[in-house]
């Protein structure tokens, strides 16, 4: 069983169906995870929205950086979290505020960020949740091409 206890078929199924990702935690640096699964999902055929204050305004591969998720034009349909575990419930908390405003439906914790407060705290609010995996991985893993 997975920590997020989802199942493949339903994380086939939400990558599917999903088709913009805001990218929190997003970076201009080519080295950092953030920064190659962006262009993973960009080449993918996903719009990809960064988020990073420390860069607000500037572009990552072509993508205008916003400094906070409020900040991000709708729609967005994943919160895909690149912080610290213990930063996870500020940005779950930012998810739940623009909910409404952007149709976000899926918070997704990148690989080694665990946050069970955050989790629950997204699931009463009506989010899926995705623990400890990433998109890249799960897209190859799940959805390859012929």
């Not at 213990?86 to 690989?111: F, Y």
């Amino acid at each position: 069983m997975t920590i997020d206890g989802l199942s493949d078929d339903e994380i086939r199924g939400l990558l599917k169906r999903v088709k913009t990702f805001a990218v929190v935690g997003a970076s201009q640096k080519p080295e950092r995870p953030s920064n190659g699964v962006m262009r993973f999902l960009i080449g993918e055929g996903y719009v990809v929205k960064p988020v990073n204050p420390g860069v607000a305004g500037k572009t990552i591969h072509g993508q205008t950086v916003y400094a906070r998720l409020a900040d991000v034009p709708a729609p967005i349909d994943v919160v895909d979290v690149f912080r610290a575990s213990e930063a996870v419930t500020d940005v779950v908390r930012d998810a739940i505020a623009v909910k409404a405003s952007t149709g976000a439906s899926v918070v997704w914790m990148q690989l080694g960020v665990i946050n069970e407060q955050a989790a629950a705290m997204a699931r009463a609010a009506g989010f899926t949740v995705v623990m400890d995996r990433c998109p890249k991985i799960e897209i190859a893993r799940l959805m390859p091409r012929d």
